[in-house]
């Protein structure tokens, strides 16, 4: 019998106001909020690398979400789930732009 395929949900976070301060304050957020959930298999945050400008790379970022869902309920449970409306309704605020891909992973 097949499983269902793990679900990659990546976010792609560009600030209105992207101070190192600001930068700071959602990587803490996303901690505090979006780790630790029922289904989640793998959760990391950081920034944009600073270093790395070679014509492939996209740049229109500042913080970068990566979680990967057990399968697509977990990933549906993760989106109603109070933890994760508290992190959009204090940080959507300095939202420039949130970027989402999702995508089943193999």
Known sequence: MATAPSLAHMVYFEL?????????????????????????????????????ARPVNDRSFHVSLHTVFADRAAHD????EPRHLKFIELNKPNWKTARVFDSDLA
């Open 16 to 52: 209105s106001d992207s101070s190192p301060a600001k930068i700071a304050e959602l990587i803490a957020s996303c901690k505090e909020y979006l780790d630790n959930h029922p289904g989640l298999d793998y959760f990391a945050v950081g920034r944009l690398n600073q270093d790395l």
């Open 77 to 80: 449970a993760y989106q109603i």
